[in-house]
């Protein structure tokens, strides 16, 4: 039989829309696959159908997640979405039948012995682990205000491999509620955008988008400064055991820390 590949937009919605059509088509899931962006390399006997992200598919799709397989396995399914490698779409996709049409159910992610049940678990700790760094790692700084925004805004860059805020978001809402603060993934071009006492969400800026050096106040460039010197000075210099301080925080990290930052 024919193969048939779904191409879908690399995002949770792209994803869910794909695997909502995947099961529309009703010819079984054992030659309908699921892929993220274009390849390369066109395969031979295959058909290949473009599928646009579509906001209602993605909502069914989600709350039968929701409902059938608990929010444990739904949020596992989703961190998996989030990653960056481009095989996330297949193996979700099949997780997906593994729990609804075979059977597994709440249980899904127990399933080990499934292949793609077991690379959806490794992808979903993978994005789990740089989320959980993320919160350790991040850090809030505070930008000179302006003649249109009299209130102080906190504003943090950060380049994860995966697709961490709208995992990170819900962590720093809870604790920075009253706070007007901004999380920028720079290899995305996406923005998590709170409000003080407000509700969090996301905003994609533009393919044009060039983040400008961003201004800080005065009191923020006082603390950057004492920070600095407290770490530089902290350490002990017969004790510094640079191998091991990357084991613990990579240089990926690092790069977006203020403490490891260079002046000017």
């Known amino acids: ?16 829309t794909g695997i909502y059509d995947a099961y529309a088509l009703r010819e ?60 996330k779409g297949e193996a979700v ?23 793609h049940v077991a690379r ?6 993978f994005t789990a682990n740089e989320a959980h760094f993320e919160t350790e790692f991040l850090r809030f700084q505070e930008l000179a205000g302006t003649e249109t925004m009299k209130d102080s805004v906190l504003f943090s860059r950060i380049g994860p491999k995966n697709n961490v805020i709208p995992f990170i978001m819900p962590h720093f809402a809870d604790r920075l509620s009253v706070e007007n603060f ?7 071009k996406l923005f998590g955008v709170h409000p003080a006492r407000g509700e969090w969400y996301l905003v994609t800026a533009g393919e044009t988008f060039v983040l400008q050096n961003p201004v800080w106040s005065e009191k923020e460039e ?13 350490g002990i210099k017969s004790r510094e055991n640079k191998k091991l301080q990357r084991q613990m925080c990579a240089y990926r990290y690092q790069d977006y820390m203020v403490e490891f930052a260079q002046k000017g």
């Open 1 to 16: 039989m024919e193969e048939k590949y779904l191409i879908c937009e690399d995002s949770l919605e792209g994803i869910f």
């Open 93 to 115: 996709y099949r997780t997906v039948v593994d729990a609804l049409t075979a059977g597994s159910g709440s249980r899904v992610m127990e399933n080990l012995r499934n292949p």
């Open 120 to 125: 959806c678990f490794e992808l979903a700790r």
């Open 28 to 87: 079984g899931h054992e030659h309908v696959h699921i892929q993220v962006g274009e390849e390369e390399n066109l395969r031979l006997f295959a058909t290949y159908l473009h599928i646009l992200p579509d906001p209602v598919k993605t909502d069914k799709v989600a709350n039968t997640l929701r409902t059938r397989l608990g929010e444990h396995a739904y949020h596992s399914i989703c961190r998996a979405a989030a990653s960056c490698y481009p095989d």
């Open 182 to 188: 901004m999380v920028y993934d720079e290899n995305r």
């Open 222 to 234: 006082a603390y950057q400064e004492l920070f600095r010197a407290f770490h530089q000075t902290i």
